[in-house]
């Protein structure tokens, strides 16, 4: 079975611009959620979705923002890039949603990330 | 604000060698994972513990987890040069819809 696949892989922008993500979850996950990780650093929280609803949020600007489609994939977006948004971009997807008693203990299972170059 | 703290940050160890790796907090998690990542791929799952003094073992890998959930550790056995990467521990809490916390990772190097 695939894992969770990301693309872009890489991508290049300027300051000002905006930017869409993409991720497709494993099949048969519901839940994605989407981490940010500065070199260096460990990843982290952006958002996290269930059932096309967000369930989730870590502290990052209005300019991100995610959806989540019929089919479980996602998309994130970022408006108004700054330098700082530069990072490893990473999506995770889990078999069920927070707050599904013990099953919220689910991994999560990351894809290889979309390396963001802001210029 | 960084919930886990790891330590060590760096470690260059010979192969053969044993080490271990500590993650710690002041917070309680209803789980904890950790998780060992190489440049240019994502994180990928090792263990997920879940029960307070819970101990598993992966091969040559022993995870523990504390009696408080609160810290644990990552215990590797005569490390090979495969075992090379960041390794990183993540702690959800119901509080947060149980999104990841993760800590800064430890960057293990293992020569030959």
């Known amino acids: 079975d695939a894992g969770v696949t990301q693309s872009p892989t890489h991508l290049i922008k300027t300051r000002g611009q905006h930017v869409t993500l993409r991720c497709s979850p494993i099949s048969g996950h519901k839940s994605v959620s989407w981490y940010q990780q500065v070199l260096g650093q460990g990843p982290q929280f952006i958002f996290q979705y269930y059932e096309k609803e967000e369930r989730g949020r870590g502290n990052f600007p209005d300019r991100f923002s995610a959806r989540q489609f019929p089919n479980y994939s996602s998309e994130l977006n970022v408006n108004a890039l700054l330098l700082g948004d530069s990072a490893l971009y990473l999506c995770a997807s889990s078999l069920r949603s927070p707050g599904q008693g013990i099953l919220s203990n689910q991994p999560q299972h990351f894809g290889d990330g979309t390396r963001l170059s802001i210029l | 604000t960084q919930l886990l703290e790891q330590s060590p940050q760096f470690l260059s160890i010979q192969e053969g060698e044993n080490l271990t790796v500590y993650c710690n907090s002041s917070s309680v998690f209803s789980s904890l994972q950790w998780y060992r990542q190489e440049p240019g791929e994502g994180p990928v799952l090792l263990v997920t513990?879940?029960?307070?003094?819970e101990v598993k073992k992966l091969k040559r890998l022993t995870f523990q987890f504390g009696d408080a959930r609160k810290d644990s550790s990552l215990h590797i056995t005569a490390a090979q040069p495969g075992d090379t990467g960041l390794y990183l521990c993540a702690g959800a809490q119901s509080n947060s819809g149980y999104a990841l916390n993760f800590g800064k990772g430890t960057s293990l190097l293992v020569t030959p």
């Open positions: 513990v879940v029960t307070g003094g």
